[in-house]
């Protein structure tokens, strides 16, 4: 069973920048494809943005698109979410999942294999 560690979460001032990070425990996320969901209380879980184990990247069609960018580093088995402008409606938990079909990027949250713990973050005017 893989598991999946976020960080980088944290409080943030509008208009202001967060990186989370995704790691795995067995060190195979380079293999995975990646998405990043965040959900609000008693809301579904939202796609954000995703990535094929190749580097292709895929985004929500909302506001995040042009402020998030996706990334990953296989030297390091870590994948990313850089967060910038931010705003309160981005307040939300984060969580990184990955699937096991590495060459495509579902916005499904059903369609993931595994999934981490979650990473607060928490947008302030």
């Known amino acids: 069973q893989v598991q999946l560690v976020e960080s980088g979460g944290g409080l943030a001032q509008v208009g202001g920048s967060l990186r989370l990070s995704c790691v795995a425990s067995d060190g195979t996320l380079n293999t995975y494809s990646v998405g990043w969901f965040r959900q609000l209380p008693e809301k579904e879980r939202e796609f954000v943005a995703g990535?094929?184990?190749?580097?292709?990247?895929?985004y929500a069609f909302g506001s995040e698109k042009g402020r998030f960018t996706i990334s990953r580093d296989h030297a390091k088995n870590e994948v990313y979410l850089q967060m910038n402008s931010l705003k309160p409606e981005d307040t939300a938990v984060y969580f990184c999942a990955a699937s096991r079909a590495g060459w495509v990027v579902s916005r499904l949250p059903s369609r993931f294999d595994y999934w981490g713990q979650g990473t607060q973050v928490t947008v302030s005017s």
């Open positions: 990535m094929t184990s190749t580097g292709i990247e895929t």
